[in-house]
């Protein structure tokens, strides 16, 4: 019997083939990001033209009036106030974050019994819902009954008690704090995932150059751990930025709008004045401050690198 030859396959109808596959595997995970991001923001930005308020759910109707949004909350007393509260809440977050997250990195490259042990329980503030720890600290920090008044009245350090909540520059700096002790365990992780990528004998090295513990640090480690330092402190900027739960759970925003930043801001005018259109421009000028430190940062650092 005469023996059958195999088919040549097309050249052209296997790259037709491969284009396929490659595309359907695209299409999911691009039609996930259109359906649960991009509709929202688009219709985020939509809303923020239209004077959009709760008796358009009844009506449907939303006029259309512009830039009317945005120059109210730009022009507004208290949009200054929270811009600068925003800036004090982020700068004050990331730096005590990154600062003790890399202090822990460091501590825990070490090894010594019970490490893993203490890394998981490090963990415990980043694996908590958010509310659940403001209402800890929230309980905490009152300046009656909490603990730490009560614990700094028994060690004789202050008398009357000092007014976490309620003092205007207090209550800053205890969400502040809180937010601090809430990002520690992501800082942790990713920098001290970073550190273990770092080959051993590039320190065996440096040891052998007569180069201590600071040097080492200044020429080895930090180094090669900037590109992780970078995700680090941009992902840390575009969290801090929208933070929401925690303020409102401890202060409210509050007192006297103290605590009060863009985020909370945003939510107030939409879940609490009802002001759609006006809550919508509000997070969309979030949305462009994160967007333009992401990119800022992001030139910067490349350009470093480059030099």
Not at 69 to 89: C, E, G, M, P, R
Not at 246 to 266: D, K, M, N, R, Y
Request: charged share 10%; with cysteine.
């Amino acid at each position: 019997m005469p023996s059958r030859s195999r088919p040549v396959t097309d050249p052209a109808r296997a790259r037709c083939w491969e284009r396929l596959a490659q595309w359907m595997y695209i299409v999911p995970a691009a039609a996930y990001l259109l359906l649960f991001f991009g509709y929202p923001i688009a219709k985020n930005i939509v809303m923020s033209f239209q004077q959009y308020t709760i008796t358009t759910f009844y009506t449907g109707a939303a006029p259309f009036v512009g830039l009317q949004n945005y120059s109210k909350i730009l022009a507004s007393d208290l949009f200054s106030k929270a811009l600068l509260t925003t800036v004090l809440f982020t700068a004050g977050s990331i730096v005590g974050q990154f600062a003790l997250g890399l202090a822990f990195a460091l501590f825990f490259q070490r090894r010594f019994p019970l490490n893993g042990v203490l890394r998981s329980l490090l963990l415990l503030p980043w694996l908590l819902p958010l509310v659940v720890s403001g209402t800890a600290w929230r309980w905490m920090l009152d300046p009656d009954t909490g603990v730490v008044n009560a614990a700094l009245r028994a060690l004789r350090l202050s008398s009357s008690g000092i007014p976490w909540l309620t003092g205007t520059s207090q209550a800053l700096v205890s969400v502040i704090l809180i937010n601090i002790w809430v990002g520690i365990p992501f800082n942790t992780a990713i920098l001290y995932g970073g550190l273990q990528d770092i080959p051993r004998h590039l320190y065996e090295a440096a040891k052998l150059d007569g180069a201590g513990p600071l040097a080492s640090f200044r020429h080895v480690t930090w180094p090669l751990l900037r590109p992780v330092v970078s995700v680090v402190l941009v992902l840390g900027v575009v969290y801090t930025v929208k933070v929401l739960d925690i303020i409102l759970v401890v202060t409210g925003g509050g007192p006297a709008g103290a605590t009060e930043t863009l985020a909370t801001q945003s939510y107030e005018l939409s879940f609490q004045q009802f002001e759609f259109g006006r809550g919508a421009a509000m997070s969309n000028v979030l949305i462009v401050i994160s967007l333009a430190f992401a990119i800022v940062y992001l030139r910067a650092n490349r350009r470093a690198r480059n030099v």
